[in-house]
T-cell receptor
């Protein structure tokens, strides 16, 4: 069955640095991969989508890469701010509009 | 536009009780989903509905039933609640056409004693 894993531990970084989160998957070839942000007590919010034929996608301070050979996506937040502190989820499409989510990585940005 | 709404926000049940979680959307999209989220487990799909009148099982459907009442509403029913169903439940709606983004509701926190 499909398996998706994110950084297992929380990530703590200093304000202004670049945060890099990892998402690895096995046993599947997704057509696209998505990243979501989740704040405590709230539902996930969509951030970025990257397709299998795209190597990189950017949106403001966010950058996502997708390596289908390594079966890995990296999510970068440049010039991080305390307001970026949240849990970040990656999700793979498994056809039919369904997604499989990773367990999430908690990011803490210290001033 | 409220987007995706869920009721109730929080519920405590005793083992064996039943309840229905409600989800409604004003986005006019076809596909709707129910997930549960447990610590360390991520979001897991319970049931989904690709369009009005159709429903299909997801990864963890046991102990749940769903009803797609119309295009706007998708409800999740627990017929006989168990402590293992203590979780946070999220409803989501998928954008139409080539839009694969899912839009989530605020969640229902359920505690089964």
């Amino acid at each position: 069955s499909q398996k998706i894993e994110q950084n297992s531990e929380a990530l703590n970084i200093q304000e202004g640095k670049t945060a890099t989160l990892t998402c690895n998957y096995t046993n599947y070839s997704p057509a696209y991969l998505q990243w979501y942000r989740q704040d405590p007590g709230r539902g996930p919010v969509f951030l970025l989508l990257i397709r299998e034929n795209e190597k990189e996608k950017r949106k403001e301070r966010l950058k996502v890469t997708f390596d289908t050979t390594l079966k890995q996506s990296l999510f970068h937040i440049t010039a991080s701010q305390p307001a970026d502190s949240a849990t970040y989820l990656c999700a793979l499409d498994v056809r039919g509009g369904k997604l499989i989510f990773g367990q999430g990585t908690e990011l803490s940005v210290k001033p | 536009n409220a987007g995706v709404t869920q009721t109730p926000k929080f519920q405590v049940l005793k083992t064996g009780q039943s309840m229905t979680l409600q989800c409604a959307q004003d986005m006019n999209h076809n596909s709707m989903y129910w997930y549960r989220q447990d610590p360390g487990m991520g979001l897991r799909l319970i049931y989904y509905s690709a369009s009005e009148g159709t429903t299909d099982k997801g990864e963890v459907p046991n102990g749940y039933n769903v009803s797609r009442l119309n295009k706007r509403e998708f409800s999740l029913r627990l017929e006989s609640a168990a402590p293992s169903q203590t979780s946070v439940y999220f409803c989501a709606v998928r954008g139409g056409g080539a839009q694969e983004t899912q839009y989530f509701g605020p969640g229902t926190r359920l505690l089964v004693l």
